[in-house]
Structure formats: structure tokens, C-alpha cells
């Protein structure tokens, strides 16, 4: 979601400015600059943000420097400019300065002078031209920052297709664990009841059932299965045209149930280190989806 646009466009009318930022962020954020000339334009700005941008954080800039720009009227405050020849006079007479007020200390004295700029009287269908331009220019800004984000998604795309690989593999290695496991843990327990019958009679047919309900509750073919029906969720996901960051990130929250669950279930030599490696792909995967708008 991050990336960074700037461009100027100068027209016979005005030089438009547009720098646009994009950082990761949950939901989108904007956040526009835009000069009061141009207050009328905001809603449909927002407008071209909100098309192509679903998250982040966006600060959007625009600067105007309109070329017929105003004559700037000069105004003389006459009391002042009075009450300060009066003054210089009384100066005089009493032998602490000499010589005439002249121009240049009125320019010096900000009380005595005041430099407006007037405004600039904008035709309607010059000012129209002038939102036209600026829509385009924001476009255009918008569109060099979707490449840049086009590009970077194509590092994270290929970067969260790996670690998906490595997940389905890491899930076959837990099936294959935890089936090991339980073929184990029934061998071990046929073992234990026939060291106990040599002392205590024993219904073999009830503990058989024993056996087979207490090697069931290991058995993950449940969470296996919703787990693949995730990955395969997440490859569907990822190779549409909607923007998918939140449902990854939800997606990676329910793949991380799964194998907790499996870590609670399986029994089995490699099922710790199998289920920890899982737990730090999800975790990389998770930090890494946060850039996915």
C-alpha cells in the first residue's frame, strides 16, 4: 500500500502541483491539502482517491499558481503618515534631526503602508477549465503511484506465494506426523493392557473400544481439510481483482486456529517442530499481508 507520486502541470492558465503519499494503514485514511481557490473541488477528489484506493494512509497535496495574477493595490494610512510628519517636525524645531521625511522611510515603516493583493477575478468558464486540470493531474499523479504500488505488490505477491507453499507442505508433513503418531500411540497402549493382564482380568472387546476412541480424539483429517480449503481460499483471493488485504488477514487468523488445534490433537515425534515452524510462517505471512491493500 505504500508509495510516492509527484508531478507538475503547466498550462497557458496556471502551474497545478500534486504530490500524493501512501503509507500502510487498516482502513483508508485521507488526508488532503488544497488551496481555498479550489475548496469546491475537494468532494470529487476524494472521489478519484476513493476509486482506486481502498487502504491506507493518503496525503494528497495539491498547489495553484494562477499566471494573470492580480495587481496588488497600495494603500497609504493618512493619519499616520500625519502624525509622524508632526513629529519629525517638533524633531526639527528642537535641533534632533534634519533634513525631509522622504519615500523611503515611509517604505521602511509597515504602520504607514499597507501592499494588498486583489484578487484575481476568475471567469466561470475559465474556472472550470482550471478544475478540469487539476482533476487531470490528480489522475495522472494517481496513476504513477498505483505503478509504484503495482510493483511492490509483485515483491510481496511472489513473497506470500512461497511461504503458501511452504504451509501446504508443512500441512502434509503434519498429516503424515500426526498418523505416525497415532498408529504409535495405539501400539503403545495395546502394550500397556497387556502388561496389566497378566495381573487384572480385563474385557478385551471394551478396551479395544478404548483404544480406538482415545486414538480418535488425535486424529486432525478435520482441521487438515479446512486448512487446504484455506490455502486454497487464499490462491483464489489473491488472483482476483478485488482488494483482498482484509480477508488474507482473515484468512491467516483462521489458519492459525487450525493449527493450533492441530498442536493441541497430534501426537506424534515432530509434531512440536513441525507446528512451531507452521506458526512462524502464519506469523510472517500475517506482518506481510498488512501491506496488501
Do not use: Y
Not at 483404544?211 to 486424529?219: K, P, Y
Amino acid at each position: 500500500m505504500t508509495g510516492f507520486a509527484s508531478l507538475t502541470h503547466e498550462d497557458e492558465r496556471a502551474t497545478i502541483g500534486i504530490t500524493v503519499r501512501a503509507v500502510n494503514h487498516r482502513f483508508l485514511d485521507v488526508q488532503l491539502r488544497i488551496p481555498q481557490s479550489l475548496a469546491e473541488l475537494e468532494p470529487r477528489v476524494r472521489g478519484l482517491l476513493q476509486k482506486r484506493l481502498a487502504r491506507g494512509r493518503v496525503e494528497l497535496a495539491i498547489s495553484l499558481q494562477i499566471r494573470n495574477a492580480g495587481t496588488p493595490t497600495v494603500e497609504l494610512n493618512a493619519d499616520f503618515a500625519n502624525a509622524l510628519a508632526a513629529a519629525i517636525e517638533q524633531a526639527r524645531e528642537r535641533g534632533l534631526v534634519s533634513g525631509t521625511l522622504t519615500p523611503g522611510d515611509l517604505l521602511r515603516l509597515p504602520q504607514a503602508i499597507t501592499v494588498r493583493d486583489r484578487p484575481v477575478d476568475v471567469e466561470p468558464a475559465v474556472e472550470a477549465q482550471l478544475g478540469a486540470s487539476v482533476e487531470a493531474a490528480v489522475e495522472q499523479a494517481l496513476a504513477d503511484l498505483d505503478a509504484m504500488r503495482v510493483r511492490e505488490g509483485g515483491h510481496l505477491r511472489a513473497d506470500l506465494d512461497a511461504r503458501r507453499l511452504t504451509l501446504a507442505h508443512l500441512i502434509e508433513q503434519l498429516q503424515q506426523a500426526a498418523a505416525s503418531g497415532r498408529v504409535d500411540l495405539e501400539a503403545r497402549l495395546h502394550e500397556r493392557i497387556r502388561e496389566i493382564a497378566f495381573e487384572l482380568p480385563v474385557d478385551q472387546a471394551m478396551l479395544a473400544q478404548e483404544i480406538v476412541r482415545m486414538a480418535g480424539r488425535s486424529d486432525i483429517s478435520e482441521e487438515v481439510t479446512r486448512f487446504r480449503a484455506h490455502l486454497a481460499h487464499w490462491l483464489a483471493l489473491a488472483d482476483g481483482e478485488e482488494p483482498c488485504g482484509r480477508k488474507l488477514d482473515f484468512l491467516l487468523q483462521e489458519m492459525n486456529r487450525e493449527i493450533n488445534t492441530i498442536g493441541s490433537k497430534a501426537d506424534g515425534v515432530r509434531i512440536a517442530e513441525l507446528i512451531i515452524t507452521a506458526k512462524a510462517e502464519l506469523e510472517k505471512m500475517r506482518e506481510q499481508v498488512q501491506n496488501v491493500e
